[in-house]
């Protein structure tokens, strides 16, 4: 064989090589996940459940007083904590804060102590 001919095949299974054992190894390591698309048979039912089931909060704001509600914002929820007081808040974090999402309550924390720190109050 001539050597064009062995550089090429050697170039050609290097290539080949090159990117069937990434994705190999990334389909290998996501096989076993629940959420991995490979293991569903009806992948739009299975993401469109997902995105139901997840809890969210939002806050509600009556006379000064923040509650954090359960559920989107707009829907009346279980209230899960009451009696936060807004009063040294800025304006615009009290005016944005009903209108906010979150996804878990660590979100609704770290929401809360950012409105609190003493950057904002200056």
């Known amino acids: 064989m001539s050597r064009w001919k062995v550089v090429s095949l050697v170039l050609i299974l290097g290539l080949g090589i090159g990117c069937i054992v990434p994705a190999t190894t990334l389909w290998w390591?996501?096989?076993d996940r629940a959420e991995s698309v490979l293991n569903t048979l009806n992948s739009a039912n299975v993401l469109a459940g997902e995105a139901t089931?997840?809890?969210s909060y939002h806050f509600g704001l009556e006379q000064g007083v923040l509650s954090v509600i359960e559920g989107?914002?707009?829907v009346n929820g279980n209230v899960i904590v009451t009696g936060l007081s807004v009063e040294s808040w800025p304006k615009e974090i009290i005016d944005?804060?009903?209108k906010v999402e979150f996804y878990s309550l660590d979100e609704v924390q770290s929401f809360i102590d950012s409105a609190s720190e003493s950057l904002w109050l200056e």
Do not use: V, W
């Open 96 to 98: 944005m804060a009903h």
């Open 72 to 74: 989107k914002p707009g």
């Open 29 to 31: 390591s996501n096989k």
């Open 53 to 55: 089931e997840k809890e």
